[in-house]
């Protein structure tokens, strides 16, 4: 946890963006966080060190895809006996050398340190640093790591072919959940917070953005440099550098696109993030970021969008989807409060980020679209909440809220809804426990405000609400039978308590009305058409559609009765829609609609939509057609999505008639996550 920032008195930078005192003043004040939990997850010994401020200087080389870099942590030590730093790395990281600064006895002095990369985990390592014995507990000191970076999880790399505009080279990085100790050497725990700031120097005509408060470019050295004032986990660092222009959509607000997309873009956002900004705000109290930007990326970026502060990381392709990025984009912009100010301290514990984040979305949606409509959306993630949990079972310890990490153990690939949506209804049973949503509201802001700027566990956040409201611990609500606060937290299956979304019957009657019509032993033709779905919302249409996925194999009279129906319909609207609807063809092996199939994998080279339709695909009979669409349009997908699609047909076939149609092998040979029932975002 970082406590006091102080700007370091030397520094053996080229350059350092310069420190402000607003920003030392926000720092000294802050107040300490609970004790460090352990985090399995980190092989660092955070708990033995203040990490105060974190500077990185990063030279980008596109042609060898590298990134030429040096670190400067600047620390306290805690403990008087400790002689290592033990930071979080990765095996794709080139350590050059280590070095330390520190002003001992009123004088200055340098060292070259001894270091080595011992093994952790697949997914890190631990680059262990020999302290000098000069540097003593409580005293400021400065390590210089040298190092370059080569093809790690957290560094995304896009041929000018794999952009939107196919006219430059593109990167990014994607820090969440342990991915950017492959970027940089640092205390990859969410428990731990600092200030950072950054140098990078790119080719001309590339433009590169950060999560940072402050940023400008020196035109004469050709040096972009940026500063984040608050103190954030590393996982939040997060760089884009590409073809990018703007334009601004509110008074502190800028959307970020390749030029061939800023126009769709600033249409779709203007004035409306300044709308959910301010609803946010009357709701969870002041926006503490300074400015929010968004900057859409192209269909490479693994997840659908990530909440990295000041600079929203969103996916192009979801730009279609109306519906889906208004959600997508509140939900990041609730994570201003409720992740990125507040943090969970363990990946163990994600849903203090992701279901306070959920039911903080969704009290903005009610604010600005109306009960309805916020219902219809819970209604239609909670059901795939419960496709989840039937597809894992009840007694799945990944669907606790608590989740127990075995060591080696990715956080990244234990992402599910759980975390979204069992601990939303976690939080609304709070809000409802306190009797007025605007009394909640009231509790919710005053634990942002007491806890912003640190990681917390659930005790923290429960202890406070019992404080806040001590009428309900008289009541002892927390050990009420069968909603007890322990068994929320670590019962496995379903939520104990799910919200009442009576208000949203005006929007999911219909939708029951028409799905009960379809699943009738004799189809009503009737009432079928009398029923308009061209006039309905996009949550509707996909939560019918899910419905009729679940039901799937249908009767094939059915199949032909929906297809003449809604085919033609389906295959003008959306994405989200026209996705949902394919694999209902591929698992009905409905023949006359495979040649969209076959097209709508030529035109999309995002996870999110190719991945559900190949594993369809390959779990069926048509996984002939699978491999010769890949075949045709691997080029056109990033190299990590392509060894996900190895990885679907080696697990559905003989592996060995797989490899010998494919250039590259599968990246590991364990079982892939299914992407067919569940979509997750951050």
């Known amino acids: 946890m970082a406590a006091a920032f102080e700007r370091p008195t030397f520094c053996c930078c080229r350059k350092v963006v310069p420190g402000s005192s607003k920003s030392e003043e926000r720092s000294r004040s802050r107040p300490r966080g609970p004790p460090c939990p352990v985090d399995i997850a980190s092989s660092s010994n955070f708990q033995h060190f203040e990490l105060r401020h974190l500077h990185l200087e990063l030279e980008v080389n596109f042609v060898r895809r590298q990134i030429e870099a040096v670190e400067v942590l600047d620390l306290v030590s805690l403990e008087p006996a400790t002689r290592s730093l033990v930071l979080d790395s990765h095996q794709s990281l080139l350590i050059r050398s280590v070095s330390a600064k520190c002003s001992c006895n009123s004088a200055h002095n340098s060292w070259p340190l001894s270091h080595r990369l011992e093994p952790f985990t697949d997914y890190g390592s631990s680059l262990v640093i020999t302290l000098p014995a000069a540097i003593k507990a409580h005293t400021n000191f400065q390590i210089i790591i040298k190092y370059t970076t080569a093809d790690g999880p957290a560094i995304w790399w896009l041929d000018p072919e794999l952009t939107s505009g196919n006219s430059k080279p593109f990167l990014f990085t994607h820090g969440h959940s342990v991915c950017n100790r492959s970027f940089f050497p640092c205390f990859d725990t969410p428990a731990v917070k600092s200030t950072y700031s950054a140098t990078v120097m790119v080719p001309p005509g590339i433009k590169v953005l950060m999560s940072a408060t402050q940023s400008r470019f020196d035109e004469q050295e050709n040096i972009y440099r940026f500063q984040m004032e608050y103190p954030v986990p590393a996982y939040l660092l997060a760089l884009v550098a590409g073809d990018l222009i703007s334009a601004d959509i509110g008074p502190r607000s800028r959307v970020w696109a390749e030029p061939c997309l800023l126009k769709m873009a600033t249409a779709k956002l203007n004035g409306t993030v300044e709308q959910w900004l301010s609803a946010a705000e009357n709701l969870f109290g002041p926006y503490m970021w300074e ?6 990326l192209p269909p490479s970026f693994p997840i659908v969008a990530m909440e990295n502060p000041c600079l929203t990381f969103i996916i192009s392709c979801i730009l279609e989807s109306d519906e889906f990025l208004i959600i997508d984009v509140i939900h990041e912009i609730a994570h201003s409060w409720f992740g990125n100010a507040v943090t969970n301290a363990t990946w163990e514990e994600m849903w203090l980020s992701e279901g306070l984040a959920t039911y903080a979305q969704r009290r903005i949606t009610t604010e600005t679209y109306g009960a309805a409509f916020t219902c219809l959306e819970t209604t239609f993630r909670l059901e795939a909440l419960h496709r989840q949990l039937k597809l894992l079972g009840d ?9 127990k990490f075995e060591p080696g153990v990715n956080p990244s690939s234990l992402m599910n809804l759980f975390t979204y949506e069992k601990g939303f209804c976690f939080v609304y049973y709070l809000s409802q426990l306190c009797g007025d949503t605007k009394c909640f509201d009231s509790f919710l802001r005053a634990y942002v405000e007491k806890f912003k700027f640190t990681s917390v566990v659930a005790g923290d956040l429960l202890e406070f609400f019992l404080g806040f409201f001590p009428e309900l611990r008289v009541k002892c ?30 929007l999911i009657k219909p939708v029951e009305t028409l799905y009960q019509l379809w699943s009738s032993e004799t189809l009503d033709g009737n009432h079928i058409t009398d029923i308009d779905i061209s006039k309905w919302k996009t949550f509707q249409i996909v939560h019918l559609l899910d419905k009729l996925l679940d039901r799937s194999p249908l009767p094939p009279e059915v199949m032909m009765k929906l297809s003449k129906s809604y085919s033609a319909l389906l295959n003008s609207m959306n994405a989200e829609i026209r996705i949902r609807w394919l694999q209902i063809v591929v698992r009905n092996n409905y023949l006359p609609d495979f040649y969209k199939v076959r097209r709508f994998l030529e035109n999309h080279t995002s996870r999110m939509y190719t991945g559900p339709l190949y594993e369809d695909l390959c779990a069926g009979t048509m996984k002939a057609i699978a491999m010769e669409t890949f075949y045709l349009t691997q080029n056109r997908l990033h190299v990590n999505l392509r060894r996900a699609i190895q990885q679907i047909f080696a697990h559905s076939a003989n592996p060995a008639a797989v490899m010998t149609l494919l250039e590259d092998k599968p990246s590991d040979t364990t079982n892939p996550i299914s992407l067919r029932n569940v979509n997750v975002s951050a």
């Open 291 to 296: 400015r929010y930007d968004v900057v859409f």
């Open 395 to 403: 007694e799945s310890p990944v669907s606790r809220l608590q989740v």
């Open 477 to 506: 609500v927390d050990n009420k039978k069968g909603l007890e606060f322990e068994r929320w937290l670590n019962a496995s299956g379903p939520p104990l308590l799910e919200p009442d979304l009576s208000q949203g019957s005006s």
